[in-house]
């Protein structure tokens, strides 16, 4: 890691380019915060990692009743592949935003837009397991992808005192039920992204579009409790120590990470993730996973807001 290299190539976002944001400075300053870690898997870990996602691709389509495969792209990467290919999903999404220029220091506006998402993305780098990634907003047809950042796996594997292999496996498991539901709504990411774009669009004119958000939030929790959901019931080892390890993991950590969860708003992944379950957890012990699995034959089948609080009218009103 080279934390001067990484200031000074921020500081001279200030000086060269135009737009916002200087993409090529993010990639460059995050890269050069983050250790890159090692790739030097063994040829048995190399089949692991396609077995793990072939057993889970495997026993999540069965579980759930729905059909769908993995995406073409599986990438088992260090952190600084991590950092280029979510180089590319930030400046897509911040495209509104890079049309309208800096209307007054544009050089300052420049180097802080930088550096914040340079920082974002080393603190990520450093601390993402795994990751499926729908390429939402992306032209073309480019293929989902499904990554897995070896280096944050084997150290989180450690520090955690479990199993390595195990571990591995149930991130393997996590990410594929992801690849589950894009698969089985095929509409999904255009829903997605129609929120995006509105609620973008708005914060570009300078307004909030809550409603906007409201449906992307509720939407997203569909998306993390349902990945829970047939995560607990697919896995196919006990889980429940890793879990817990790892939410305490999670908790912990100094001021500075604590500051930044709160930043990037994973405690509110947190919440999705935990209501979204107890949602998918009801519908599934009263109807079955078939049932819940409902929740993809259309848009329609969302649960609402509210009806994530109250499973019973969503079951009333989709599946009676």
Known sequence: MNFLRSVRVVADASATGTGNIDWDAVSEAARAATDPGT??????EREGYASDVRDARDRLAEVAEVSF???DVVEVQNRHHWIDANVRTF?????PFEEHGPSVLPGVTRAVNTGTFALVLSFLGNNVLGQYDPLL?????????????????RRVADSLDVDYPRFRRWIAFHEVSHAAEFGA???????????????????VEGDLDRDAFAELDTAMTSVEGYAELLMDRAFDEEYEDLRRKLDERRQGGGPIAKLARRALGLGLKRRQYERGARFFEYVADKRGIAAASRVWDHPENLPTDAELDAPERWIARVSP
């Open 39 to 44: 790739l030097d898997l063994s040829a048995a």
């Open 69 to 71: 495969d993995v995406p």
């Open 91 to 95: 400046r897509r999404v911040m495209a």
């Open 137 to 153: 907003l992306a032209e073309g047809d480019d293929d989902h992808g499904l990554y897995f950042v070896h280096p944050n796996i």
């Open 185 to 203: 709504a095929p509409w999904l990411s255009t829903h997605l992204e129609k929120r995006m774009n509105r609620g973008i669009d708005a914060l």
